[in-house]
């Protein structure tokens, strides 16, 4: 039977040119938030991030210390379309307003480009490249930025504009969710750091169309 590394290893080598070709694509496109920063050449976006070997013992102390509950969630919404539906879902459930699915895509769609642009571009490893066992099986990407985190929190932003009485609840839903990306094992904390400036840098330079 094939380990998990084998099979995030041969999902990752599928995967990649996936990943570049949407790079590719997004970097011509003005729709996207990776076309626009492109031409607005504003430089770096985010600094190198810290040797893994200072960080790992933080992820390995907070997945031990990780209750029943955090990593069902973990678990639950690694896949992309189970991270929307959360957000549509409890984003209804306190706004009374319906946000679908396909909304919370679009935005993600939108921004996937410079995420996949600042991964590529850094290519850190991820913690189960280190040892650790993933309750996951992330595949594709390189660690840094972390992609959840960079989704997250810009649907926050966004959804804090709407609903300025609810900010803190929605900073809250991104608080979690980038947490749980180093429960189950595939991101550094600063990854979900990286994400959250990634988000305000698209925001501050209105990089989408919210």
């Given at each position: ?144 930025p972390s992609g959840h985190a960079a ?60």
């Open positions: 039977m094939r380990s998990l590394k084998q099979q995030v290893r041969e999902a990752y080598n599928k995967t990649k040119a996936v990943h570049l070709k949407t790079v590719e694509d997004q970097s011509v496109d003005p729709s996207t938030a990776l076309g626009k920063f492109l031409s607005m050449n504003k430089g770096d976006v985010l600094p190198k991030p810290p040797n893994d070997s200072a960080e790992i013992g933080v992820v390995v102390d907070r997945m031990a210390s990780a209750t029943e509950s955090e990593i069902r969630f973990g678990i639950s919404i690694d896949r992309s379309k189970a991270h929307y539906t959360h957000w549509s879902e409890e984003v209804e459930r306190f706004t009374g307003r319906a946000y679908s699915v396909e909304w919370f895509d679009r935005i993600g769609t939108a921004i996937n480009g410079l995420v996949l642009d600042q991964k590529l571009k850094f290519n850190r490893t991820r913690p189960y490249q280190m040892g650790v066992n993933a309750l996951v099986p992330d595949v594709g990407t390189p660690s840094y989704d997250a929190w810009t649907f926050a932003l966004v959804l804090g504009r709407k609903h300025p009485h609810l900010s803190e609840h929605f900073n809250s839903m991104a608080e979690r969710v980038s947490d749980s990306r180093v429960v189950v094992g595939v991101h550094f904390p600063s990854d979900l750091w990286a994400g959250k400036m990634l988000a305000h840098h698209i925001m501050d330079h209105q990089l989408i169309d919210d």
